[in-house]
């Protein structure tokens, strides 16, 4: 059983320039979902830009839905360079 967090408020705050607060909300839900036996995905405009914060703050993250900003980012980057950005902002 997995829960998904829609991450559009952090997205916004971190664009904003004060992420710290949403993401510490996100790490702090993300915490109690595994502590509780459920996995945790996440999605709503990640990017390029914020994943890797986001990544950072939630050591339980499993999935990351991304699908709009990667189309974007595969057609100005190539496929294989927008694999491998994703890739890296995740940590493998």
Known sequence: ????????????AHEQGDHS???????QASSF???????VNAGHDLNLKNLSVFRQALPDLQEVSIGHAFTV????LGLKNCIAAYQQCLGK
């Open 1 to 12: 059983d997995r829960i998904e967090l829609y991450t559009g408020p952090y997205a916004h």
């Open 21 to 27: 607060a949403s993401l510490q909300q996100f790490a």
């Open 33 to 39: 979902a595994a502590s509780i036996g459920l996995g």
């Open 73 to 76: 980012d595969a057609i100005e």
